[in-house]
């Protein structure tokens, strides 16, 4: 198995309070309404906390899809979250799963976020340029998302 990791930060103007938990805990919500490709976001597995599998489905081009996350860690008192795709339709073939740890850091009234992003490839298989960019958009994009939403909704 091939593992490929890469860091980002961003900031927010959200408080990491406010920002955990909306990301965390209300996302489920939250999401479809913000990102019209996602239809719904439905627990199969668990209560919530680490063990925890969702299943997310998404609508694009008219074709069905779902991926699905398995949380890994939430600690409140550091605001940090980790979870992982560990698979679906909507998954690239390539890849075994793709791990996500989020922590937040109060910062000029906001939010400084740091991300890091791992990709664990089955066998040998590269990890693409086009795989990395998918994901980080998609992450992006729902971040961006929620955030709005709090943002609009105080």
């Known amino acids: 198995m091939g593992v490929h990791s890469f860091d980002e930060e961003a900031v927010s103007p959200v408080p990491p309070a406010k920002l955990f938990k909306a990301t965390v805990y209300d996302s489920d919500e939250i999401t479809p309404k ?3 490709v996602i239809q ?3 627990i199969v597995e668990g209560n919530g906390g680490p063990g925890t599998v969702k299943k997310i489905t998404a609508v694009e081009d008219g074709k069905s899809s779902y991926v699905l996350n398995k949380v890994d860690a939430i600690d409140e008192s550091s605001y940090t979250y980790e979870y992982s795709i560990i698979g679906g ?3 690239q073939e390539s890849l075994e799963k793709v791990s ?3 922590k937040l850091e109060a910062a ?3 939010s400084k976020v740091k991300i890091t992003v791992t990709f664990h490839t089955k066998g040998d298989a ?3 340029e086009e795989i ?3 994901v980080k958009q998609k992450s992006v994009g729902i971040f961006k998302g929620i955030e709005g939403y709090i943002l609009a909704n105080p």
């Open 34 to 36: 913000v990102i019209p």
């Open 100 to 102: 996500f740890k989020t």
């Open 126 to 128: 590269p990890l693409t």
């Open 108 to 110: 000029d009234g906001g």
């Open 89 to 91: 339709t909507g998954f």
């Open 40 to 42: 719904s976001i439905e």
């Open 132 to 134: 990395q960019q998918d």
